[in-house]
């Protein structure tokens, strides 16, 4: 038997600029997902997928201009994440797990024609997702994430991956006011620690650094075949990088050169740090507004 950690409930109440009403949708092997669903239920879905340490969160000031373009807002937090159930036991967690977790909620809720909103994690699980199903996908706004595929890992990458390892603390809404620019308050920094009262429930924030798939990592083939899908993929493929990341800078290019989808977009350099939805949050979302239009022209 799992052993599982929920959030209470009573830790997400009153937090910035969170109007939202928690939905929740059970998945195989009794975990239970949390997710926004904002927007008009037939209106085209935009996958907003966060990514470490963060949870939805993070895209509250893109949900509602999103929604106001005309977008239906779907945005789960990740299975160890937000109020998503939290499983205890570092091994139940892998990079391929989440990506079936998250497969399985989006066939639950049968979304089509999305398009994806990634940054960070959320960008290695939603490529994956859109590898695996490219024909629930309408194209893809790409913000500060990638795909590796057994690249050395930068060095402030490895810097982080071993802080996550092996640091007595992880203040994660602190870890969250050092990936942006803006200067983030006290209540949003203890709405980014809300999910997390206790040491064990931060066991995925902890371990996910560690299956980035650089170097000799056990992902690395899986990586390849969903390389192998997005050579082919010819929907809109938008980059949105920020000019202020230094984990993820220059990884556009890994795209536009290579990902048929990413010609003939108007690709952008956004405002801010690694969370670049605390720094440009209107960027994002018109960078989702053009995937929009470019797909309904293609």
Known sequence: MMRVYRTPE????????????????DIAGGLRVHYVDEGAADAQPVLMLHGEPTWSYLYRHMIGPATASGFRVVAPDLIGFGRSDKPLDRGAYSYAAQVAWMRQWIEALDLRNMILACQDWGSLIGLRLVAEMPERFAGVALSNGGLPEGQPAPRAFAIWRAFSRY?????????????????????????????????????????????????????????KRAWAVLEAFDKPFLCCFSDGDPITRGGDALFTGRVPGTQGMTHRTLKGGHFIQEDDPAGFVAAIRDVAVASVSR
Request: charge should be positive; charged fraction near 20%.
């Open 167 to 223: 640091s007595p603390i992880f203040p994660i809404g602190k870890i969250v006011k050092a990936g942006a620019k803006r200067e983030l308050s006290a209540a949003e920094i203890a709405a980014y620690d809300a999910p997390f009262p206790t040491r064990a429930s931060k066991v995925a924030a902890r371990v996910y650094p560690s299956f980035v798939p650089l170097g000799d990592n056990v992902a690395v083939p899986d990586q």
């Open 10 to 25: 009573e830790r997400f109440t009153g937090l910035p600029d969170w109007p939202y009403a928690p939905k929740y949708l």
